[in-house]
């Protein structure tokens, strides 16, 4: 069986296709798990759906250094895959499973503080209950998804997505059956609420984990690459796998912190426009489904690319990638324009419909705001997902870290603190943020000094390409 790139796969537009659209679904579970807890929530109680918002958002923050850390393993698997380095495979997926152990025992002693955590939100108390369960049950479980994303980037990595998606439609599927019988207290399950909808998801989580590894254990792929024979230490590519991964996890942690502040303020303005904001965000999400899966194709097949020396395949996937999201979220964009409120009455509750116009009202003008942002984004998303894939990770930390500050958080908060602005002047914030983060990036792409870097070790022209032999960092 041939390995590494073929001369077939030229970054074209039925390359990436190959690539994405499988993880399409796959790379966004957790954002489809999301969306489901807050639909169903929304039936059950626009309280406990806005609750699921700013809980569901912190401990996003509080695992996205992890996460980004972990599932970096994908980059160093698509570029040791291009370099035909298959022995190194196996290795730096164990490193990462290493590194997932230990981050989830973190963020799980995390959770013990769930109280103290939310309650910094300044939420009415009652409120700050319910986000504070919802937090702790998904903290109790954090070791599951990091686990799956550093498993599911030895697939990804390689370019078999197809396996990455089966094992997240299991999930999703789990996921939305067990949030329907714990949050409604269905056949025979209690009625949990919001804490039906966490248990929900933690259990989801489990099944991907367990599909991964029960694929490696009895699958072809890790038979070959050796996966079970490799469970050991090597200091050197886990340190790797942290100088490129932290920073690609931090710059995770920087957009997530940033929009959980933003959550935070608009609670602060009232919970009507929290509601509002989670009906938004969670249409958002969704929508944006198909760009995570390129995003996440752009980054894979430009590191297979970068790790095979073949420059002119890596700026050809990204320019495909590109070219198709941006044609997918025009067209999301006029669908928010033209039909904004049938989309967020999916989320109305049973009992209390009449009474959810406000919300609807708010949450159509938001996606006005979405629908002008969506198109910036795409570029946002492709463009860094090309640097990251070649391993331009701490440039992308810093911007985010800069732009987030001076266009997002500092203004929102001056917004709303002194000048009690409303959601709507926020929200211009939040879509300024966007716009700017999307042109940084772009202008980084096309100054080009991501071409000449690798997260792999790199070798002499004249050293023969041994997979144990002596490594030379450049």
């Known amino acids: 069986m041939s390995y590494g790139l073929t001369a077939r796969d030229d970054g074209g537009y039925r390359h990436v296709l190959r690539v994405a659209l499988p993880l399409v679904l796959s790379m966004s579970s957790a954002t489809i798990m999301s969306f489901v807890d807050r639909m169903f929530l929304g039936w059950y109680s626009t309280r406990e759906m806005g609750a699921a918002l700013t809980g569901g958002i912190t401990y996003w923050t509080s695992m996205s250094l992890f996460t980004g850390t972990a599932s970096y393993v994908s980059t160093f698997v698509a570029q040791y895959h291009g370099a035909e380095e298959r022995s190194r495979v196996s290795v730096a997926v164990w490193q990462g499973l290493f590194f997932a152990v230990a981050a989830g025992a973190i963020v799980c002693l995390a959770g013990f503080n769930a109280s103290f955590i939310m309650g910094l939100t300044g939420h009415a108390p ?172 752009t980054s894979i097949l430009v590191g297979q690319f970068v790790g095979a020396g073949r420059i002119d395949g890596a700026t050809r996937s990204t320019r495909s990638s590109f070219a198709v999201t941006i044609s997918y979220m025009t067209a999301i964009g006029a669908v928010f324009i033209l039909l904004p409120g049938p989309l967020a009455r999916l989320f109305a509750p049973q009992k209390s419909a009449a009474d959810f116009a406000a919300v609807v009202a708010m949450a159509t003008v938001l996606l006005r705001f979405v629908a002008f942002y969506s198109i910036f984004d795409s570029g946002n998303l492709i463009f860094s997902a090309a640097l990251k894939g070649a391993g331009d990770t701490r440039f992308t930390m810093v911007l985010g870290l800069v732009l987030s500050a001076v266009v997002l958080v500092v203004p929102t908060y001056l917004a709303v603190e002194w000048f009690d602005a409303g959601m709507y002047t926020v929200m211009a914030f939040g879509t300024a943020y966007v716009v700017i983060l999307a042109a940084a990036f772009y202008l980084r792409y096309r100054a080009g000094a991501w071409k000449t870097m690798r997260v792999i070790e790199q070798r002499w022209p004249a050293q023969p390409r041994l997979t144990d032999g002596p490594m030379v960092d450049a």
């Not at 319910?130 to 702790?136: C, H, K, T, V």
């Not at 903290?139 to 599951?144: H, N, Q």
């Not at 498993?151 to 094992?167: E, H, K, Q, W």
């Not at 959550?263 to 760009?291: D, K, Y």
């Open 126 to 297: 009652d409120l700050v209950v319910l986000e504070s369960a919802y937090y702790r049950i998904l903290a109790m479980g954090a070791v599951l998804p990091l686990v799956s994303s550093a498993l599911g980037g030895f697939y990804s990595g390689l370019g078999r997505t197809g396996l990455v998606m089966c094992a997240e439609i299991a999930a999703n599927v789990v996921n939305f059956v067990l949030d329907y019988c714990m949050i409604f207290g269905r056949f025979g399950f209690p009625e949990w609420g919001i804490r039906g909808a966490a248990v929900a998801t933690v259990i989801g989580a489990a099944t991907s984990t367990v599909f991964y590894a029960a694929a490696i254990l009895f699958g072809r792929l890790g038979r070959e690459y050796a996966v079970l024979r490799a469970p050991h230490l090597d200091a050197g590519l886990f340190w790797r796998l942290l100088r490129y991964g932290v920073p690609n996890g931090l710059g995770w942690t920087i957009d997530a912190a940033s929009w959980t502040f933003f959550v935070w303020m608009v609670g602060r303005i009232g919970e009507r426009e929290l509601q509002a904001l989670s009906v938004t965000f969670a249409i958002n999400h969704i929508a944006f489904l198909p760009m995570i899966g390129f995003s996440a194709a």
